[in-house]
T-cell receptor, first 119, second 111 residues
Protein backbone atom coordinates (compact mmCIF):
# COMPACT_ATOMS: atom_id res chain seq x y z
CA UNK A 1 0.00 0.00 0.00
CA UNK A 2 0.90 3.66 -0.19
CA UNK A 3 3.38 4.83 2.43
CA UNK A 4 3.89 8.32 3.78
CA UNK A 5 6.87 9.15 5.92
CA UNK A 6 7.61 12.13 8.12
CA UNK A 7 10.93 13.39 9.31
CA UNK A 8 11.84 13.94 12.03
CA UNK A 9 9.58 11.82 14.18
CA UNK A 10 10.40 13.91 17.22
CA UNK A 11 12.09 17.27 17.65
CA UNK A 12 12.86 19.44 20.64
CA UNK A 13 13.91 23.01 20.00
CA UNK A 14 14.43 26.28 21.81
CA UNK A 15 11.91 29.06 21.71
CA UNK A 16 12.52 31.42 18.81
CA UNK A 17 14.07 28.89 16.48
CA UNK A 18 12.51 27.51 13.30
CA UNK A 19 11.79 23.86 12.70
CA UNK A 20 11.23 22.12 9.37
CA UNK A 21 9.15 18.96 9.11
CA UNK A 22 9.20 16.87 5.96
CA UNK A 23 6.39 14.77 4.58
CA UNK A 24 7.20 12.32 1.80
CA UNK A 25 5.09 9.96 -0.22
CA UNK A 26 7.43 7.03 -0.70
CA UNK A 27 5.85 4.97 -3.44
CA UNK A 28 3.33 7.24 -5.10
CA UNK A 29 2.95 10.76 -6.38
CA UNK A 30 0.84 13.16 -4.38
CA UNK A 31 -0.61 16.25 -5.96
CA UNK A 32 -2.12 17.25 -2.66
CA UNK A 33 -0.79 16.96 0.85
CA UNK A 34 -2.57 18.00 4.01
CA UNK A 35 -1.07 19.18 7.28
CA UNK A 36 -2.84 18.53 10.55
CA UNK A 37 -2.13 19.46 14.12
CA UNK A 38 -3.20 17.39 17.07
CA UNK A 39 -3.16 18.59 20.64
CA UNK A 40 -2.98 16.04 23.47
CA UNK A 41 -6.16 14.03 23.77
CA UNK A 42 -7.80 16.05 21.03
CA UNK A 43 -8.75 15.53 17.44
CA UNK A 44 -6.83 16.45 14.34
CA UNK A 45 -7.20 20.00 13.16
CA UNK A 46 -6.56 20.65 9.49
CA UNK A 47 -4.03 23.45 9.17
CA UNK A 48 -3.55 23.71 5.44
CA UNK A 49 -3.87 22.00 2.10
CA UNK A 50 -0.74 21.93 0.02
CA UNK A 51 -0.87 21.54 -3.75
CA UNK A 52 2.26 20.76 -5.73
CA UNK A 53 3.60 23.81 -7.47
CA UNK A 54 1.20 26.30 -5.96
CA UNK A 55 0.60 28.16 -2.74
CA UNK A 56 -0.92 26.33 0.17
CA UNK A 57 -4.47 26.99 1.26
CA UNK A 58 -4.66 27.71 4.95
CA UNK A 59 -7.61 27.06 7.23
CA UNK A 60 -9.14 29.93 9.10
CA UNK A 61 -7.11 30.96 12.10
CA UNK A 62 -3.84 29.40 10.92
CA UNK A 63 -1.07 31.95 10.43
CA UNK A 64 0.50 31.41 7.03
CA UNK A 65 3.59 33.40 7.96
CA UNK A 66 4.18 31.25 10.98
CA UNK A 67 3.52 27.88 9.38
CA UNK A 68 5.28 27.96 6.03
CA UNK A 69 4.36 25.19 3.66
CA UNK A 70 6.25 24.26 0.53
CA UNK A 71 5.19 21.51 -1.86
CA UNK A 72 8.01 21.57 -4.36
CA UNK A 73 7.60 18.11 -5.82
CA UNK A 74 5.00 15.39 -6.15
CA UNK A 75 6.58 13.44 -3.32
CA UNK A 76 7.63 16.08 -0.82
CA UNK A 77 5.92 18.76 1.23
CA UNK A 78 7.55 20.63 4.08
CA UNK A 79 6.09 22.49 7.01
CA UNK A 80 8.32 25.06 8.68
CA UNK A 81 7.29 26.36 12.06
CA UNK A 82 8.96 29.77 12.24
CA UNK A 83 10.01 31.41 15.48
CA UNK A 84 8.56 28.54 17.45
CA UNK A 85 7.10 29.12 20.89
CA UNK A 86 6.00 26.67 23.58
CA UNK A 87 2.37 26.97 22.47
CA UNK A 88 3.42 25.52 19.10
CA UNK A 89 4.30 22.27 20.82
CA UNK A 90 2.06 19.66 19.30
CA UNK A 91 1.84 16.53 17.19
CA UNK A 92 1.94 17.41 13.50
CA UNK A 93 0.58 14.86 11.04
CA UNK A 94 0.63 15.04 7.27
CA UNK A 95 -1.39 13.12 4.74
CA UNK A 96 -0.89 12.71 1.02
CA UNK A 97 -3.48 12.21 -1.65
CA UNK A 98 -2.77 9.89 -4.53
CA UNK A 99 -2.46 11.75 -7.82
CA UNK A 100 -4.05 10.93 -11.13
CA UNK A 101 -7.66 10.30 -10.35
CA UNK A 102 -8.63 7.44 -8.11
CA UNK A 103 -11.97 5.93 -7.35
CA UNK A 104 -11.22 4.55 -3.92
CA UNK A 105 -12.03 6.61 -0.89
CA UNK A 106 -8.70 5.73 0.59
CA UNK A 107 -6.95 8.47 -1.25
CA UNK A 108 -5.42 10.15 1.78
CA UNK A 109 -2.56 8.28 3.37
CA UNK A 110 -1.32 9.53 6.71
CA UNK A 111 2.21 9.89 7.93
CA UNK A 112 3.28 8.69 11.39
CA UNK A 113 3.41 12.21 12.80
CA UNK A 114 6.09 14.50 14.22
CA UNK A 115 6.07 15.48 17.85
CA UNK A 116 7.37 19.01 18.31
CA UNK A 117 8.36 20.24 21.75
CA UNK A 118 9.39 23.86 22.10
CA UNK A 119 11.23 24.71 25.30
CA UNK B 1 -20.72 24.05 9.40
CA UNK B 2 -19.43 20.54 9.36
CA UNK B 3 -19.20 18.81 12.70
CA UNK B 4 -18.47 15.25 13.79
CA UNK B 5 -19.16 14.15 17.35
CA UNK B 6 -18.34 11.04 19.29
CA UNK B 7 -18.08 10.05 22.91
CA UNK B 8 -14.65 10.39 24.47
CA UNK B 9 -14.27 7.09 26.28
CA UNK B 10 -15.38 3.48 26.04
CA UNK B 11 -14.35 0.58 28.26
CA UNK B 12 -15.12 -3.01 27.35
CA UNK B 13 -14.19 -6.40 28.65
CA UNK B 14 -11.78 -8.46 26.58
CA UNK B 15 -13.72 -10.77 24.28
CA UNK B 16 -16.85 -8.63 24.27
CA UNK B 17 -17.97 -6.48 21.36
CA UNK B 18 -17.16 -2.77 21.29
CA UNK B 19 -19.54 -0.31 19.70
CA UNK B 20 -18.31 3.20 19.02
CA UNK B 21 -20.88 5.73 17.92
CA UNK B 22 -20.57 8.91 15.91
CA UNK B 23 -22.90 11.60 14.60
CA UNK B 24 -22.22 14.10 11.88
CA UNK B 25 -24.00 17.16 10.60
CA UNK B 26 -23.00 17.53 6.96
CA UNK B 27 -25.79 16.10 4.85
CA UNK B 28 -23.53 16.16 1.81
CA UNK B 29 -21.07 13.74 3.41
CA UNK B 30 -20.25 11.10 0.88
CA UNK B 31 -17.48 9.19 2.57
CA UNK B 32 -17.46 8.17 6.21
CA UNK B 33 -14.34 6.76 7.77
CA UNK B 34 -13.06 5.10 10.88
CA UNK B 35 -9.42 5.64 11.75
CA UNK B 36 -7.38 4.07 14.54
CA UNK B 37 -4.57 5.86 16.33
CA UNK B 38 -2.28 4.03 18.71
CA UNK B 39 -0.25 5.98 21.29
CA UNK B 40 2.31 8.27 19.67
CA UNK B 41 1.51 7.07 16.18
CA UNK B 42 -0.20 8.38 13.09
CA UNK B 43 -3.60 7.40 11.81
CA UNK B 44 -4.47 4.06 10.29
CA UNK B 45 -7.55 3.84 8.11
CA UNK B 46 -9.58 0.94 9.45
CA UNK B 47 -12.56 1.03 7.18
CA UNK B 48 -14.86 3.37 5.33
CA UNK B 49 -18.37 3.40 3.97
CA UNK B 50 -20.03 5.27 1.16
CA UNK B 51 -23.10 7.25 2.07
CA UNK B 52 -25.28 5.08 -0.18
CA UNK B 53 -24.48 2.00 1.91
CA UNK B 54 -26.13 0.91 5.14
CA UNK B 55 -23.61 -1.59 6.36
CA UNK B 56 -20.13 -2.81 5.65
CA UNK B 57 -18.41 -5.75 7.30
CA UNK B 58 -14.71 -6.48 7.22
CA UNK B 59 -13.58 -9.36 9.42
CA UNK B 60 -14.15 -8.25 13.03
CA UNK B 61 -15.29 -4.78 12.01
CA UNK B 62 -18.86 -3.85 11.16
CA UNK B 63 -19.85 -0.34 10.17
CA UNK B 64 -23.47 0.72 10.31
CA UNK B 65 -24.73 3.93 8.73
CA UNK B 66 -28.08 5.56 9.36
CA UNK B 67 -28.03 8.35 6.85
CA UNK B 68 -31.39 9.73 7.90
CA UNK B 69 -30.16 10.25 11.45
CA UNK B 70 -26.57 10.99 10.34
CA UNK B 71 -25.36 8.29 12.70
CA UNK B 72 -22.38 6.04 12.14
CA UNK B 73 -21.18 3.20 14.33
CA UNK B 74 -18.21 0.90 14.43
CA UNK B 75 -18.57 -2.52 16.02
CA UNK B 76 -15.46 -4.50 16.89
CA UNK B 77 -16.25 -8.13 17.58
CA UNK B 78 -14.23 -10.16 20.09
CA UNK B 79 -12.32 -7.12 21.33
CA UNK B 80 -8.67 -7.79 22.08
CA UNK B 81 -6.05 -5.89 24.05
CA UNK B 82 -4.46 -4.86 20.77
CA UNK B 83 -7.62 -2.95 19.95
CA UNK B 84 -6.81 -0.41 22.67
CA UNK B 85 -6.45 2.88 20.83
CA UNK B 86 -8.25 6.06 19.93
CA UNK B 87 -10.83 5.65 17.20
CA UNK B 88 -11.68 8.63 15.04
CA UNK B 89 -14.83 8.97 13.05
CA UNK B 90 -14.42 11.21 10.01
CA UNK B 91 -16.27 12.39 6.95
CA UNK B 92 -15.64 14.09 3.65
CA UNK B 93 -17.91 15.04 0.81
CA UNK B 94 -15.54 13.82 -1.84
CA UNK B 95 -12.38 11.76 -2.01
CA UNK B 96 -10.50 14.90 -2.91
CA UNK B 97 -11.78 17.21 -0.22
CA UNK B 98 -10.60 17.67 3.29
CA UNK B 99 -11.53 15.17 5.95
CA UNK B 100 -13.34 16.36 9.06
CA UNK B 101 -12.48 14.38 12.16
CA UNK B 102 -14.40 13.76 15.34
CA UNK B 103 -12.75 14.17 18.71
CA UNK B 104 -11.87 10.49 18.96
CA UNK B 105 -13.08 7.75 21.30
CA UNK B 106 -10.50 6.20 23.57
CA UNK B 107 -11.18 2.48 23.78
CA UNK B 108 -9.78 0.67 26.79
CA UNK B 109 -9.93 -3.06 27.33
CA UNK B 110 -10.31 -4.59 30.76
CA UNK B 111 -9.51 -8.22 31.53
Amino acid sequence: GAVVSQHPSRVICKSGTSVKIECRSLDFQATTMFWYRQFPKQSLMLMATSNEGSKATYEQGVEKDKFLINHASLTLSTLTVTSAHPEDSSFYICSARLAGGFSSTDTQYFGPGTRLTVL
Amino acid sequence: GEDVEQSLFLSVREGDSSVINCTYTDSSSTYLYWYKQEPGAGLQLLTYIFSNMDMKQDQRLTVLLNKKDKHLSLRIADTQTGDSAIYFCAESNSSASKIIFGSGTRLSIRP
